[in-house]
């Protein structure tokens, strides 16, 4: 080991599941050596010219409700059976590292990963913490439950959607499955994965339908829509726009003119069309992913980074099974939860290198915050914003390794901590993005990227 640094569901904030958005044809679319390594890494200088920019796209997995790390990643064999849970850890393809015993096909693929042991911040609520985990910044109202606002930080896509909107028809900024569109009967969505003050026309390109469906072509035009009708439709949509510029719009029909666009763009674009074509994978392929929305998802997301779309955001989408285990923690991640997610993670590693896509795609797999070290009355872990894991792949980053470390019990950072400000200022740093670059919100005020840093050390 090279150890571096150091049906319908709730939340228990009781929101329920429901779609919000369709897209239609055209609608609105251990550490081996820990002193000498931690010192050595905590004072390397930082080698931007090889590893800024380094990565031309991003897939961002996101485990929707929170895994625990000490059950995933950062297993404690040692400490006391109430802390330490009932699975074992086994060993990787990176020596000295070790990962949880139902992880057996990503144990495999543990060469490519850096496991940064030490992510911390304090908002043990879902909302907030994944604000502040899917933007770089802590949201204006901590340990509240409150809505996705216009005023938000804006996520990951949406700032490439809007510094690298790219020249072709499909969006810099994707996001897939159903998490990020969770809307409750009081219109309830949750802040971080919007644009906010960018505003709706930088929002990544949300596609909350299942992609493990059958017959899954989200871009299809309508049965009736010929391409003469399209075409029809595109020229009356270039002349309502020539007259929008005559005279100031109204912000909704402003937002409208660019749904419309965008639909319309993807509708009659064949090569929006291919990218997002699973049926041309191999059924093996598509086997080998699992068939079920992460593991398709994830497989979508590889075709589209080879599209050229620049951050892929996966979401674990919500359904019986999600992370938020109170209860029965032990029973659900071992039937419903670590089997899938074990083989479609480890199915975008392999397929990623052996494309020799890895070089260039950073993989970033997190969740919210991390779970209590300490098991409850449930058989289950709550809320623990304080420790958590992220794992990191590709564009650089060091395989084989372990950045930071937890405490006996999983319930601290023991050394090197890692924000999710930090955490940002690395995505946007190996996306070629310097993470001061300002973006201006409604009020003039200029805002940095990120207020984090790079952590130099998880690049090789």
Request: aromatic share 8%; glycine share 10%.
């Amino acid at each position: 080991m090279l150890t571096i640094g150091a049906g319908k569901t709730r939340l228990c904030e009781g929101i329920t599941r429901r779609e919000w958005l369709r897209v239609g044809a055209l609608g609105a679319a251990g550490l081996a050596l820990p002193e000498l390594l931690l010192g050595q890494a905590a004072g390397a200088a930082p080698r931007t010219d090889r590893t800024f920019g380094r990565a031309k796209s991003c897939i961002l997995a996101f485990l929707f409700g929170a895994p625990g790390h000490q059950d995933l990643w950062d297993l404690k064999p040692d400490a006391p059976a109430e802390y330490r849970g009932e699975f074992r850890p086994i060993r990787t393809s990176a020596a000295g590292i070790e990962i949880c015993e139902l992880l057996p096909q990503t144990a495999r693929q543990a060469h490519h990963l850096t496991l940064v042991r030490s992510v911390t911040h304090p908002d043990d609520t879902h909302t907030v913490a994944m604000h502040y985990m899917l933007t770089g910044h802590r949201h204006a109202q901590p340990q509240t439950n409150p809505q996705n606002k216009p005023t938000d930080f804006p996520c990951f896509g949406a700032v490439m959607r809007h510094l690298r909107a790219g020249s072709g028809p499909i969006p810099s900024g994707i996001s897939l499955n159903a998490p990020a569109n969770q809307v409750s009967a009081n219109n309830h969505i949750f802040p971080g994965f919007f644009a906010g003050f960018l505003g709706a026309e930088a929002d990544p390109l949300f596609l909350a339908q299942d992609p493990n469906r059958p017959g899954f072509r989200p871009f299809e035009p309508a049965p009736g829509l010929s391409a003469p009708r399209l075409s029809r439709r595109r020229s009356l949509l270039q002349e309502v726009d020539a007259r929008w510029k005559e005279a100031e719009p109204a912000l909704a029909a402003r937002r409208l003119e660019g749904h419309l666009r965008q639909a319309l763009e993807l509708t009659t674009s064949t090569a929006a069309r291919q990218a997002f074509d699973l049926e041309g994978e191999p059924t093996a392929l598509r086997d080998r992913y699992g068939r079920h929305p992460f593991g398709q998802g994830l497989l979508l997301s590889r075709r589209l980074v080879e599209a050229g779309v620049r951050l892929v955001t996966v979401n674990w989408m919500r359904d019986d099974a999600f992370w938020d285990t109170h209860s029965k923690n032990f029973s659900q991640l071992r039937e419903s939860l670590l089997p899938p997610f074990d083989r479609a993670f480890s199915a975008l590693l392999e397929d990623l290198s052996a494309r020799g896509l890895l070089d260039e795609t950073l993989v970033v797999c997190l969740g919210e915050f991390g779970r209590t070290p300490k098991i409850n009355a449930n058989a289950g872990r709550d809320h623990w914003a304080a420790c958590n894991t992220v794992v990191l792949a590709g564009a650089g980053i060091r395989g084989g390794a372990v950045y930071g470390a937890s405490d006996a019990l999983a319930a601290y950072p023991a050394s090197a901590p890692v924000t999710p400000d930090d955490l940002s200022a690395t995505i946007y740093h190996a996306l070629g993005l310097d993470p001061a670059t300002e973006i201006v919100d409604p009020l003039g005020r200029p805002l940095p990227l990120s207020r984090g840093g790079p952590v130099h050390a998880l690049f090789g």
